[in-house]
């Protein structure tokens, strides 16, 4: 554990295997930001899993859910939801009202 975080330290990228179905083992090196290491590492500590697995969990969770929840539409770069048939409007003065009422 200590060469990795000694790895980490020096900005050095680590090695991650990856397993595909209908290939053998293969390595690529991907560059992850300090903050979301070590919180994977955290995270992977508690569920008693190996980092590598949590990331994949992780990024298969998130690629499967791409597009899900609003249909794939978006404006401007934002994912739209489904509007209900009875919603009303949501207003400024409404989102400024519920703000204001908050404790």
């Known amino acids: 554990m200590e060469n990795f975080h000694g790895l980490e330290k020096r900005g050095i990228p680590f090695d991650i295997r990856c397993v595909m179905?209908?290939?053998s083992a293969m390595r690529t090196t991907l560059d992850i930001e300090t903050d979301v290491l070590l919180a994977v590492k955290d995270i992977s500590r508690q569920r008693h899993i190996p980092a590598g697995r949590l990331v994949s969990e992780m990024v298969r969770t998130c690629l499967?859910?791409?597009g899900t929840d609003t249909?794939?539409?978006?404006r401007n770069g934002v994912p739209l939801f489904p509007?209900?048939?009875n919603s009303s409007?949501?207003?400024?003065?409404?989102v400024n009202r519920l703000r204001d009422e908050t404790p």
């Open 83 to 85: 509007v209900r048939a």
């Open 64 to 66: 499967s859910s791409v």
């Open 89 to 94: 409007v949501v207003t400024m003065d409404l």
């Open 71 to 74: 249909g794939g539409r978006k």
């Open 21 to 23: 179905r209908d290939a």
